[in-house]
C-alpha cells in the first residue's frame, strides 16, 4: 500500500489525506486552507501548526477526549505539529460548555495535579516527536490591565450574545457573569499567541473556535485558523455524550479488562459511531465491516470484539488485550469467576446494600435495591432478590452485579 501512495501525484495523496482528515468532522471551516498546508508538507515536508485545548477539570481523560486526539494524530500524518494546550489559566475561571450555569472554577493545585495526568496519558495516541504540550498561563498569566482592555475591545457584547448558551442563559434570566464572556477571548489569545493554522474542538465550541479566527485577523497575525469541530462521542448508554458525571464513560486509563468488557456492551449501533471516530482502522476497512455484517458474512459481536481488542491494545499492550479477551470470553462465555477479583472483608451481619456502595458497585443504597430487586445481584452463582440481605454466617461469598461487577466477600465476627 505504501508503494501504491508512493507513486501518486502530489493532488492524488491531497486528496486522500483530505478524506482522513475529514472522516467523522461536524463542520470544517477553511477547507481550501488545510488543503494548501497538507500539499505543500507534501511539496517540501514544512508542518504546520494545529491546536487544540483541554481544560484540567478532571484527572482522567475517557474516550470522548480522544475524539479529538485521533483526529489531532490523523493531521500529524500529513505535516501537523500539535500544540496540545492544557488551559492551566482558563480552568480557574469557568466555563459554562454548554451548560446552563456558570461551571465552579478550579484551585490551581487542582488543575496543575490534573494537568500532570493529561501530560501522561495524551501519548497513548500522539506522536510524541510532532507534539507540544504548553500551558496557557505562560502568556495569559503576563497579561497587564491594559493588554486585557485592549483585547476585549476586539469583541462586542452582541457578538458574544450569538453564542448559543449565553443567549439561552439570558432569555432565561440566568446570570452570567462578565468573566464568562472573557474565555472565549482567551481561548482565541491563545490562538494569537501560538499561530495556528487549524484548530480543533467539540461541536458545541464552534463559537470559541470562530473567536480565534477574528482576534487573528485583529492582531494581524497574516493567518485565519481554520476550525474543525467533531461531534461529542456518546457514552455507553448510547444517548448522552460520554461523562464521568453520567457514568457512562470509558476512561484511558481504566484496567483492560474494565476497557474491554465496557466496549462489548456498546449497541451494535453505537458500534459504527466509535469506529468512525476513534478507530485507526482506514474508511475502507470499517466499510467493508459493515458490509460483511450487512451481508450476513460477519457477525457484529465478531465485529465488536475487534473493535475492543484494538482500542485495549492501544491504551495498554497486545499481551493485556489478550489476557482481557481470553478473560472475558471466560467468564461470559463459559461463566466463570474473573481471577482478579476485589476482595472485601466485612463484619457478620453487613448488609448488601452498603456492601455494595462500599465497593462502588451501586452510587447509592436506594440504588442498590432496584439493582437487587431487578435480579442483577447473585451471591455464589445464586440470585439474590431480597435487598434486606445481611451476610449472618462467616466464610468467603463471590458476589456479582450485572454482567461485570465480581468481587470475593471474606466475612468475620
Given at each position: 500500500m505504501q508503494k501504491d501512495i508512493a507513486k501518486l501525484s502530489i493532488k492524488e495523496k491531497v486528496n486522500l489525506a483530505m478524506k482522513e482528515i475529514s472522516r467523522g468532522c461536524m463542520e470544517f471551516i477553511g477547507c481550501e486552507y488545510i488543503e494548501s498546508l497538507v500539499e505543500k508538507y507534501y511539496e517540501n515536508g514544512s508542518e504546520f501548526i494545529v491546536k487544540a485545548g483541554f481544560d484540567p477539570t478532571a484527572p482522567?481523560?475517557?474516550?470522548?477526549?480522544?475524539?479529538?486526539?485521533?483526529?489531532?494524530?490523523?493531521?500529524?500524518?500529513?505535516?501537523?505539529?500539535?500544540?496540545f494546550l492544557i488551559g492551566d489559566f482558563t480552568a480557574t475561571i469557568g466555563d459554562p460548555s454548554g451548560k446552563n450555569e456558570t461551571r465552579k472554577p478550579l484551585s490551581f493545585e487542582e488543575v496543575t495535579q490534573n494537568a500532570k495526568t493529561y501530560?501522561?496519558?495524551?501519548?497513548?495516541?500522539?506522536?510524541?516527536?510532532?507534539?507540544?504540550?504548553?500551558?496557557?498561563?505562560?502568556?495569559l498569566g503576563k497579561l497587564t490591565s491594559v493588554d486585557i482592555m485592549k483585547l476585549t475591545a476586539q469583541y462586542s457584547v452582541a457578538?458574544?450574545?450569538?453564542?448559543?448558551?449565553?443567549?439561552?442563559?439570558?432569555?432565561?434570566?440566568?446570570?452570567?457573569?462578565?468573566?464568562?464572556?472573557?474565555?472565549?477571548?482567551?481561548?482565541?489569545?491563545?490562538?494569537?499567541?501560538?499561530?495556528?493554522?487549524i484548530e480543533l474542538g467539540g461541536n458545541d465550541?464552534?463559537?470559541?473556535?470562530?473567536?480565534?479566527?477574528?482576534?487573528?485577523?485583529?492582531?494581524?497575525?497574516?493567518?485565519?485558523?481554520?476550525?474543525?469541530?467533531?461531534?461529542?462521542?456518546?457514552?455507553l448508554d448510547g444517548i448522552n455524550k460520554m461523562s464521568k458525571s453520567l457514568n457512562n464513560y470509558i476512561g484511558v486509563t481504566e484496567s483492560p479488562k474494565n476497557m474491554y468488557a465496557?466496549?462489548?456492551?456498546?449497541?451494535?449501533?453505537?458500534?459504527?459511531?466509535?469506529?468512525?471516530?476513534?478507530?485507526?482502522?482506514?474508511?475502507?476497512?470499517?466499510?467493508?465491516?459493515?458490509n460483511g455484517v450487512n451481508e450476513n458474512k460477519l457477525h457484529p459481536k465478531a465485529v465488536k470484539e475487534t473493535?475492543?481488542?484494538?482500542?485495549?491494545?492501544?491504551?495498554?499492550t497486545e499481551k493485556e488485550a489478550q489476557k482481557a479477551q481470553d478473560e472475558f470470553n471466560a467468564i461470559f462465555s463459559k461463566k466463570e469467576i474473573p481471577t482478579d477479583l476485589?476482595?472485601?472483608?466485612?463484619?457478620?451481619?453487613?448488609?448488601?446494600?452498603?456492601?455494595l456502595v462500599d465497593l462502588n458497585f451501586s452510587p447509592s443504597s436506594s440504588q442498590a435495591r432496584r439493582d437487587i430487586k431487578a435480579g442483577a445481584l447473585s451471591i455464589n452463582k445464586e440470585k439474590q432478590i431480597d435487598e434486606n440481605f445481611k451476610f449472618l454466617s462467616n466464610g468467603e461469598f463471590i458476589i456479582k452485579l450485572g454482567k461485570r461487577k465480581f468481587a470475593k466477600i471474606i466475612v468475620n465476627d
Open positions: 482522567d481523560l475517557h474516550l470522548g477526549h480522544s475524539v479529538l486526539l485521533h483526529k489531532l494524530a490523523t493531521l500529524q500524518n500529513y505535516g501537523g505539529r500539535v500544540k501530560e501522561e496519558q495524551v501519548f497513548k495516541i500522539l506522536d510524541r516527536n510532532k507534539t507540544d504540550i504548553c500551558f496557557n498561563r505562560e502568556w457578538r458574544m450574545m450569538e453564542r448559543d448558551d449565553f443567549e439561552k442563559r439570558y432569555k432565561e434570566n440566568l446570570p452570567i457573569s462578565i468573566v464568562e464572556f472573557m474565555y472565549p477571548l482567551l481561548q482565541g489569545y491563545d490562538s494569537v499567541v501560538l499561530k495556528c493554522d465550541q464552534k463559537f470559541n473556535l470562530l473567536v480565534g479566527r477574528a482576534l487573528q485577523r485583529a492582531y494581524q497575525c497574516n493567518k485565519e485558523q481554520s476550525v474543525m469541530t467533531m461531534p461529542l462521542l456518546e457514552g465496557k466496549i462489548l456492551s456498546i449497541s451494535d449501533d453505537l458500534m459504527w459511531r466509535y469506529y468512525e471516530l476513534i478507530s485507526e482502522k482506514s474508511i475502507e476497512e470499517i466499510q467493508n465491516l459493515k473493535l475492543a481488542y484494538e482500542i485495549t491494545r492501544r491504551f495498554h476485589i476482595t472485601k472483608d466485612i463484619k457478620k451481619g453487613e448488609w448488601i446494600c452498603k456492601v
